[in-house]
């Protein structure tokens, strides 16, 4: 019997050749000495204004605590701030090249994670933020996060700045890299610990990589189980969420009972709807789970005051935990300024960027639009509470150390926006010289006096009353 020929149409893709012209054309209308530039806009909007705009939709008994957070120090606030950077960054210099950006890439949200095959990884953590945008956003973020944090651990401008350089040069040598790789080797690249260890053994004195194994220690008892043992206890007769208000608070202490039963079904049903967000095989797993109890609790610094629960679930008996996180997706704060997300809710638009830029993510991961007991619809996504996670630890960090540190951040972002990118044309663009890292060395120190500016702007503001602060 003769076979039917199939025609097979594919799309076509510029040449290599062509997207390295590409990337090298945009030189032209961003040089990268011009990215160095920062002189805030005559028209920028006053800082505590844009941070008091995004605490209008959160629950409002805990936006005093968001501003205590983010008044304690420069660091503080620039990781709360991210919507006013993100007004900051529409206001410069970019080549016209875009990918998936994570949104809020300071240093603390690269940290240890699990994969599902259960290897230690260090990738990119938060994605409330995630949208495509320009690639250098995410670089000029990690790059002031890098200054912010050596001026308040007193490094002089001179180790602030081979910190910086070392984390751009880092970002645009891995980017160079993958520009020469093929389609899926970039995508199953990662940093997994042996090669962390492998990095250290070279890099660091026996003090330093005796503090990273601690650290890879450390980071695989941060489970489901660690986290039993440390946040339930036993309460008449049941292992329940334990109290430590105000960071967590248990539904029971939350609400008086009618209105506290209305909100513990709108989460359970949460939790029982979002499993169709996951792949058939991680649902079956899943309904291997029954939630038992659930509480509120205060997330990061950015974060606080939007609604999170966390959820204690059961599987075949009272010591087989699950602790799952849903957090409530609200509008990226780089939307005003790149577009909306193409997705229809928020909770998707953060759990597809995360898969996007992650190389590998967690099992759990997925998203779910629900109707509150207040009649309002809220996205969420969920993922688990603790999975090997671990962070860094700024303020014990020498200069060595932190440059390691942003060697490793500017590699992972680089791979990160390899994936959605055209990575030959960013390589191209950034090329072989370090005119790029020296350039960002100058933007991330003119952005930390801003930050400094805008920090003393809410310390003034909370002096005023005009703000409500108090600690946690």
């Keep these: 019997m003769k076979r039917k020929s199939v025609t097979v149409t594919r799309e076509v893709q510029r040449s290599p050749r062509e997207r390295a012209a590409r990337g090298k054309a945009a030189r032209k209308r961003a040089p990268r000495s011009a990215h160095a530039e920062f002189t805030a806009s005559r028209h920028r909007p006053d800082p505590v204004d844009t941070i008091e705009k995004q605490s209008a939709t959160r629950v409002q008994d805990l936006v005093p605590i968001r501003y205590g957070r983010m008044s304690e120090s420069p660091f503080r606030f620039y990781r709360g701030a991210a919507a006013v950077m993100a007004g900051d960054l529409a206001t410069t210099q970019d080549s016209g090249l875009r990918a998936q950006l994570c949104g809020d890439a300071h240093m603390l949200n690269f940290r240890l994670l699990a994969s599902p095959e259960r290897n230690l990884l260090f990738d990119i953590n938060d994605f409330d933020e995630t949208l495509p945008g320009p690639w250098e956003w995410d670089v000029k973020r990690l790059a002031a996060s890098m200054v912010i944090a050596g ?12 910190i910086v350089r070392a984390t751009v040069r880092s970002y645009r040598e891995e980017m160079r890299r993958f520009a ?20 250290a053994s070279g890099r660091l004195h026996k003090r330093g990589r005796k503090k990273l194994a601690r650290s ?39 609400l008086p009972d009618v209105e506290r039963r209305a ?32 509480a509120r609790k205060v997330v990061g610094v950015g974060s606080v005051g939007t609604r999170c629960w966390i959820v204690l679930l059961l599987g075949r008996d009272g010591g087989d935990p699950l602790f799952l996180q849903a957090k409530e997706a609200s509008e990226s704060v780089l939307a005003p300024h790149v577009g909306s997300s193409r997705f229809a809710t928020q909770g998707e638009r953060v759990v597809a960027g995360q898969r996007l830029m992650q190389a590998a993510s967690d099992i759990f991961l997925g998203w779910e639009r629900v109707q509150g007991i207040d009649d309002r619809e809220r996205d969420f996504y969920v993922r688990q509470l603790r999975d090997w996670k671990f962070v860094a630890e700024p303020s014990l960090m020498v200069p060595r150390g932190m ?9 992972t972002l680089a791979r990160a926006h390899a994936r959605s990118g055209d990575r030959i044309a960013i390589a191209a663009y950034l090329g ?6 020296r350039a960002l060395a100058t933007f991330a120190e003119r952005y930390a006096d801003q930050n400094e500016r805008d920090h003393q702007a809410l310390l003034d503001a909370i002096k005023d009353k005009r703000v409500a602060a108090r600690a946690d």
């Design 180 to 199: 020469g790789m093929r389609t899926l080797d970039v995508w199953y690249a990662r940093s997994d610990a042996a090669q962390l260890s492998a990095l």
């Design 263 to 294: 909100l513990e079904e709108t989460v359970r049903g949460l939790i029982r709807r979002y499993g169709t967000s996951l792949p058939t095989d991680r649902q079956y797993l899943l309904r291997q789970f029954t939630p038992v109890d659930f």
């Design 432 to 437: 072989s010289g370090d005119v790029f890292d």
């Design 403 to 411: 440059q390691m540190f942003g060697e490793l951040c500017g590699a």
């Design 151 to 162: 001026r308040e651990n007193g490094f002089s401008s001179r180790h602030r700045a081979t």
């Design 216 to 254: 890879l220690a450390k980071a695989r008892t941060h489970d489901s189980l660690q986290a039993f043992g440390k946040l339930t206890a036993m309460i008449d007769g049941e292992r329940r969420i334990a109290a430590s208000p105000p960071v967590i608070t248990p539904l029971a202490d939350l």
